[in-house]
Every structure is written in structure tokens, then in C-alpha cells.
């Protein structure tokens, strides 16, 4: 690594070191100031359910005012190196690993599955601007609905059960869109194309609110992680850990670079291929109970490898000057 290039990642790295101390702040909170499950769940609700959509509203009430939508093609390259690697990992998990057919469809989830909400969402605007928020948007958008649709049909079909419906389909669609986060999205876009401007008395409550997002976010990342520990499956935990921290971006990289994608979208799917797997894998272990120790093992792994993985991925777009 070249000084400039160490330079940057210092750079990169002191940008980020705040946001990841937050995490660390909600993990002592939980673990050692007698800040329970309960407090933990209020926060969480908060945050997903009010501060992170009034946050995302807001920035994106004015998206087709600004002229700063996405190029959609970001979706190829996101949503198909998950899939890619989705079918890979389940490979690597069944094949190579031993673990049973449910267990190895959770292994692929957890190879693809980022924790783009409570984590994603307020690292990316804090570190590289709101110039961001359409792409991340728009992964967002749509990853709950395919993610889970792709591991609930990788299940069905390895139990056997033969039960895989329209219906059981279209009831993931319609949780899709109850989620706090999706309704936010759609109606700050359906806001943006009316032209109007929000008026003050409505917008300056939600833009405290919003201001709230990043900070109650990363606390309530870290009081989760409290919540686990590292046990059985470490070894696995850390094979999946490699997959999803350096697979996944590479990829979701190669892709970009093949379809042509433009600076601002490379840079956000990278950006969140490169973060931890996300709580809903570990949500996926309990509905189907199957590698659960794996996964949250995992889930502590590439949160604390990350903090470093980030910061070094946005400092060689930087200096390849993709970004």
C-alpha cells in the first residue's frame, strides 16, 4: 500500500471509527449497564420503525427535484451477485462444510445477505454523502422480497414438502410492503414527484427525527450483538465471514464494472456488499431452525472485521477513482 493510498484508508478509517464506536457503545450498554432485551427491542422499534424512515422520507421527498435518481442497473449487479453466490455458498456449506440441505440454504443467505437497514443505510450517508441514498433506496427496496423469497423456495424444496404456493409467495410480497422502510421510500418518491416542497412545520419534526437515525442505528447493531456470543460452528462462522466480506463486493464489483455502471451506484452496492450479514439470516435460523450458532458466530465476525473491510473498500474506489 502506497503512502497516498495509506493515507487514504487513514482518512477512510478516522471517518468511520466514530460510527463503529457507536456499535460498540450499544454492545456495553447491553453487556455490562444492565441495558436488557427490552430496552434493546424499544430502541430497535424506534429505529427501524420511525427514525430510519423519517430519515430516509426526507431525503428522498426532493430525489427527482434534485435529478439524483439511480441507474435501476444496479440491481443486475447487485441482486445477481447474490444470487450467484448465494448458489455457491450453498455448494461450499453442503459440500464441503457437511451441513444439511436447510442448513446450507442459510449459509447461502448469510454469504449475500447484508445488514443494509439499521447499519447500511446511516454508514453509507455518513461516509460517502446523500448523493448515495437513491441507490441505496433502491437495494432496498426490493432485498427483503427477493432475499427471503430465494431462501424460503431453497427450503421448501429441501424439506420436500412440496409446498411451495403462490400464496406462500405473495405473503412475503405483501410483508415486503409493510415494512417501515419500504413505505418510506415509495411515499418520499411518490412526494418528490408532486414538486412541492414540504412544508416547515412538517418537515422540521421529521427532520429531527431523521437526524436521530444514524446514532439510535449503530446503538442498537451493537446491543443486538450483545445478544450473541461465540460458540459451537466457529470455524464455518468464519468460512461464511470470508465469503460475505470479500466475495460478495468482488463480485458485485465485477459485475458493475461489466454492465457499465456509473461511479455513484458501483460504489453504493459495493459499499454494501462490504458490511455484515444482517439480523434477518439470524431471524431465518429461528423460523427454520438450522444454523443458528453458525450464523451467530458470523453475525459478531464480520461486524468487527468490518470496521476495517469498510473503510479499506471506499479508499480503493477512491483511489481507482471509481468514486
Known sequence: MDTTLLAQFALQLEKSSPLFLMIFLGYALSRWFGFNKTASNVL????FNIALPAMLFRLLSNIFVQEGHADLRLLIAYFGACFILFFVGRFIARK?????????????TGCVFSNNGLLGLPLAIAMLGEQVTPSISAVLSMNAMILWTLVSITVEFALQTGHLTWRSFFRTVLSVFKNPLIISIFLGVLWSLTGLKIPYVIDEPIRLIGNSATAMSLIVVGMGLAEYGLGPGIKKSFVLSGIKLFLHPLLIYTLAVLIGLGPVETTSVVFLGCLPIGVNVYLMCRQFQAAEDVIANAMIITTVVSSFTVPLAVTLLRHAGIF
Open 44 to 47: 430497535a422499534k424506534f429505529a
Open 96 to 108: 464441503v462444510l457437511g451441513m444439511s440441505a436447510v442448513g446450507s440454504a442459510i449459509f447461502g
